[in-house]
């Protein structure tokens, strides 16, 4: 397909490094990886993920969601998500165009109340030429930066558009919706997101999104594969590691900062879903971290 080759071409050109790659195109960056990666624990927002080369898998509560070129996937709300490429190397490395997704731009596309969808909001769908075409089209513009401002604005409805008459379109419908029941789980995910290092009561967190306990609790599993409470420590374990990878900080002073009280209990929440206490697992990461570097990932 020729539209995928450019935009696999595009991608290469503007995102030399891997890692990703912010572009002066509102809400449009590029991923790339010259091998495969380690799983790491993330916050997928919610975006597209349009892969043009290469192959991953996200793992979301034990559930694995695997694209490939040619194959988008959608997020649409924060999830915390096991993220690895599968499928890369120096010759062919993973290339991804990804657009978070804007609501008030939904909301402007899609007036009026619209039907109910059950079920995560994450998702795999082919991509049709119409919207490779589209991609490639936006990308395009980062060689006439002049022409952002006019144009990408265009292109990123068209996109939308596209994707809403697509397989998951309920997807972006149910994020329009504020009155929706995907809209209020991402106002609580939200304020997990803001507040995880703050005690909670699930209780509050329903009356906070207008919900009665019974049905928050229904619909936050249907919608995140987890209960508030495991969905909270998902979010307070990624910051423990990124605190201890990154800052130097010992496991009891990660835990601290981000609520915990026991280190001991710290330790045994972590290892129950990550099959191993934060202190053995950060020094595992590390020494993948330092496998790959040696290799030139």
Request: hydrophobic share 40%.
């Given at each position: 397909?020729?539209?995928?080759?450019?935009?696999?071409?595009?991608?290469?050109?503007?995102?030399?490094?891997?890692g990703?790659?912010?572009?002066?195109?509102?809400?449009?960056a590029l991923?790339?990886?010259?091998?495969?990666?380690?799983?790491?624990?993330?916050?997928?927002?919610?975006?597209?993920?349009?892969?043009?080369?290469?192959?991953?898998?996200?793992?979301?509560?034990?559930?694995?969601?695997?694209?490939?070129?040619?194959?988008?996937?959608?997020?649409?709300?924060?999830?915390?998500?096991?993220?690895?490429v599968?499928?890369?190397?120096?010759?062919?490395?993973?290339?991804?165009?990804?657009?978070?997704?804007?609501r008030?731009?939904?909301?402007?596309?899609?007036?009026?109340?619209?039907?109910?969808?059950?079920?995560?909001?994450?998702?795999?769908?082919?991509?049709?030429?119409e919207?490779?075409?589209?991609?490639?089209?936006?990308?395009?513009?980062?060689d006439?930066?002049?022409?952002?401002?006019a144009?990408?604005?265009?292109?990123?409805?068209?996109?939308?558009?596209?994707?809403?008459?697509?397989?998951?379109?309920?997807?972006?419908?149910?994020?329009a919706?504020?009155?929706?029941?995907?809209?209020?789980?991402?106002?609580?995910?939200?304020?997990?997101a803001?507040?995880?290092?703050?005690?909670?009561?699930?209780?509050?967190?329903?009356?906070?999104?207008?919900?009665?306990?019974?049905?928050f609790?229904?619909?936050?599993?249907?919608?995140?594969?987890?209960?508030?409470?495991?969905?909270?420590?998902?979010?307070?374990?990624?910051e423990?590691?990124?605190?201890?990878?990154?800052?130097?900080?010992?496991?009891a002073?990660a835990?601290?900062?981000?609520?915990?009280?026991?280190?001991?209990?710290?330790?045994?929440?972590y290892?129950?879903?990550?099959?191993?206490?934060?202190?053995?697992?950060?020094?595992r990461?590390?020494?993948?971290?330092?496998?790959?570097?040696?290799?030139?990932?």
């Amino acid at each position: 397909m020729q539209d995928l080759h450019e935009l696999s071409g595009l991608i290469e050109r503007h995102a030399s490094a891997d890692g990703v790659t912010a572009t002066p195109v509102p809400r449009v960056a590029l991923l790339r990886s010259s091998a495969p990666t380690t799983p790491l624990h993330t916050l997928y927002d919610p975006s597209i993920c349009l892969v043009a080369q290469g192959r991953k898998r996200a793992c979301l509560a034990g559930v694995e969601y695997l694209y490939r070129a040619c194959e988008y996937l959608i997020v649409g709300v924060d999830l915390p998500v096991i993220g690895a490429v599968i499928e890369a190397s120096a010759n062919a490395p993973y290339l991804c165009f990804k657009l978070q997704l804007d609501r008030s731009v939904l909301v402007d596309m899609l007036p009026g109340q619209q039907g109910e969808r059950s079920g995560p909001p994450i998702s795999i769908a082919p991509a049709t030429p119409e919207l490779i075409d589209a991609a490639v089209r936006m990308l395009r513009l980062l060689d006439t930066p002049d022409d952002i401002g006019a144009l990408a604005p265009l292109i990123e409805r068209e996109i939308l558009h596209r994707l809403l008459n697509g397989p998951q379109g309920a997807i972006l419908r149910q994020i329009a919706v504020v009155e929706s029941r995907l809209s209020r789980m991402r106002d609580a995910i939200q304020y997990l997101a803001e507040h995880f290092h703050e005690p909670f009561s699930v209780e509050d967190l329903a009356g906070r999104v207008g919900m009665s306990l019974s049905s928050f609790h229904d619909q936050f599993r249907q919608t995140t594969m987890m209960t508030p409470l495991q969905f909270r420590n998902h979010l307070r374990f990624q910051e423990v590691r990124r605190l201890m990878l990154s800052e130097g900080l010992s496991a009891a002073e990660a835990g601290f900062r981000v609520g915990y009280e026991s280190p001991s209990q710290l330790s045994r929440d972590y290892a129950r879903i990550h099959g191993m206490p934060p202190k053995q697992d950060v020094a595992r990461l590390k020494r993948l971290l330092t496998a790959e570097a040696a290799v030139g990932v």
